[in-house]
């Protein structure tokens, strides 16, 4: 499967503690993308790497977010003392501006839920 | 108000008929307008991208873009059962969403009845 993975799809914590997510990308592709979607909701933009460098960050990002992507390739959240308004699905994409299309490719997710 | 304003539903139609789904946006700096298809638990996948006003069609799906109006829409005709889905729109203002990614509608939760 050469589509963007996401690990672990569920996670289930205790308010208050950390966790941290992984994302691969289509491997070709050098821009990567975190978004928050919460039940009822559409996605929303969290932050914007373009190959290693993080360029971009939401005021959604709070001290407690932090984002790498070291090495340009797979891409890591953690979130630091989880509250329980942190329970929301974190989705991953990734595109390669021109390629055949901008389309940023989603995976799965990574579905949170915080006690 | 939000950037992005789509209907949530649910709305219900019988196997066949033409759905017709909206989304009004207040950023007109927004050029590129993306219709994703979301089932339940899963990742959003693109259906349709298009660049400022105009129609684009792709099988049973057409996308419509009015920018004077701020207003996009998607027509999916001889709607089957597996077009249940929710359906999100989303927009940026530069190609591919650039660094500031999309900017996203609630989603419409679409169920076609057999």
């Known amino acids: 499967d050469t589509g963007v993975s996401q690990n672990p799809r569920h996670k289930i914590t205790k308010r208050g503690q950390n966790v941290t997510f992984r994302c691969d990308p289509i491997?070709?592709?050098?821009?990567l993308y975190w978004y928050r979607q919460t039940l009822g909701q559409g996605p929303e933009f969290l932050t914007y790497?373009?190959?290693?460098?993080?360029?971009?960050k939401s005021r959604l990002l709070s001290d407690r977010f932090s984002a790498e992507r070291p090495k340009g390739s797979f891409s890591t959240l953690e979130i630091q003392r989880t509250e329980q308004g942190d329970s929301a699905m974190y989705l991953c994409?990734?595109?390669?501006?021109?390629?055949?299309?901008?389309?940023?490719?989603f995976g799965p997710g990574t579905r949170l839920t915080v006690l | 108000q939000k950037e992005v304003e789509q209907d949530p539903g649910p709305l219900s139609v019988p196997e066949g008929a033409i759905v017709s789904l909206n989304c009004t946006y207040s950023?007109?700096?927004?050029?590129?307008f993306m219709w994703y298809r979301q089932y339940s638990r899963k990742g959003p996948e693109l259906l349709m991208y298009?660049?400022?006003?105009g129609n684009k069609e792709d099988g049973r799906f057409t996308a419509q873009v009015d920018k004077s109006s701020k207003y996009i829409s998607l027509f999916i005709r001889d709607s089957q059962p597996s077009d249940s889905a929710t359906y999100l729109c989303a927009m940026s203002a530069l190609t591919g969403g650039g660094a500031d990614g999309l900017t996203f509608g609630k989603g419409t939760h679409l169920i076609i009845q057999p």
């Open positions: 950023n007109s700096a927004f050029q590129y």
């Open positions: 491997s070709e592709h050098n821009r």
């Open positions: 994409a990734s595109s390669f501006p021109g390629g055949p299309s901008d389309e940023q490719f």
């Open positions: 298009t660049y400022s006003s």
């Open positions: 790497f373009q190959n290693e460098a993080q360029l971009e």
